[in-house]
């Protein structure tokens, strides 16, 4: 029996595309899967460690400082079409207005940092001074806005849909929205990635186990759905059915069954962006069987 180590973040499209996995829906002869959950930034850096995880879930824009290392799999991304995270803040204001204000961000190595700091950059030739706050505690970012600590916020993950319940929080830019108008394209965020010294079979083997989890979850939506509500798995996040239905409905679909053409095109486009304004270094991304 072959242990294999995955990390994944504590959000629910992580959840729902492990899940099976993870609680025996999908059988896996051969191998045995353990986890850890850990939130986006941590898994970043996780990537980097010398006891990095089989498999984890990790930045787009982290992928080429770890792909000498790591191989992306097809499957399991998280894809923004038109929609992706939303800088907030208390009063009504301009990307613009973004450059040289304190920006709370989500971790330097996220791919939502990179992608505002590219707009932002484009737009003014400036940008803003980031203020890394970890997503967990989830109320955390909102604290620092409330306090003055920052003059904005990047908001990743269920925070992208629960910050309109407070009327005093106003949107500044839609990352996705954004994205899409300048590029025509959608807007690559997450993915799984594994690791090269598994060996070609093994990886093989992991990555058809990781892609018929995703698919399992796709054809039992609403059972893993309320699973998680029931399970409580999200309760710091405090997202009712309705809201996480809308969410999984955006971020745990058929982009996340298998990774398209026009996805695999704008993370190349993203990331030669990355890289041209000098944001972005590492090794050319390449993707698993």
Known sequence: MRTVRLAFSPDADDIFMFWPLLSGKVKTPGLEFVHERV???????????????????????????????????????????????????????????????????????????????????????RTYEPVPIP??????????????????????????????????????????????AKTGLPLPLGGNVIRRDLGDETIRTVSEACRTSIAWSLAHRDEVLDMIIASGLRAEAKIERARLDRYLAMYANDDSAVMRDDVTHALEVLLERGHAAGLLSGARVELAP
């Open 39 to 125: 939130e986006t930034e941590s898994l970043n850096a996780r990537a980097e460690a010398p006891d990095a995880p089989d498999v984890c879930a990790v930045s787009i824009a982290h992928v080429p400082a770890i792909a000498d290392r790591y191989l992306l799999l097809p499957h399991g991304a998280s894809v923004g079409r038109g929609y992706g995270p939303v800088v907030v803040a208390r009063s009504p204001r301009s990307l613009a207005s973004l450059a040289g204000a304190r920006v709370a961000i989500p971790g330097a190595r996220t791919t939502a940092h990179l992608v505002l700091r590219l707009l932002v950059l484009e737009e003014t030739g």
């Open 135 to 180: 997503i967990t505690p989830f109320a955390r970012v909102f604290e620092a806005l409330e306090r003055g600590e920052v003059d904005a916020a990047l908001l990743i993950h269920e925070g992208r849909l629960t910050y309109k319940d407070d009327p005093s929080l106003h949107a500044v830019v839609e990352l996705g929205e954004a994205w899409h």
